[in-house]
């Protein structure tokens, strides 16, 4: 178990080391979640949310990929499969 003892700066805020980051993959912008249990404050990455995870791909996705009708492009498989 990895262990280091870090200091809280003046306004409550203490910096994440750079070996727990790495370890969860924390960067800036991540979102984390502090439960406490008993007399330990714990710190985690929060689950993917899927959600999110498809809301930015498609805002980041070319405009011509969002165009395309769901149930059209199911047919045209469809269509493709079955001949």
């Not at 070996?19 to 924390?26: H, N, P, S, T």
């Not at 406490?36 to 007399?39: P, Q, T």
């Given at each position: 178990m990895l262990e280091i003892e870090m200091k809280v700066g003046p306004k409550g805020q203490v910096v994440i080391p750079q070996?727990?980051?790495?370890?969860?993959?924390?960067f800036p912008r991540s979102e984390v979640i502090f439960k406490?249990?008993?007399?330990k404050l714990i710190l985690e990455k929060p689950?993917?949310?899927t959600?999110?995870?498809f809301s930015k791909i498609a805002k980041s996705a070319p405009l011509f990929t969002r165009r395309i009708h769901p149930h059209e492009?199911?047919?045209e498989?469809?269509?493709e499969r079955l001949g």
């Open positions: 070996a727990f980051r790495k370890a969860l993959k924390i406490i249990e008993g007399d689950r993917g949310d959600i999110k995870i492009a199911h047919e498989e469809l269509e």
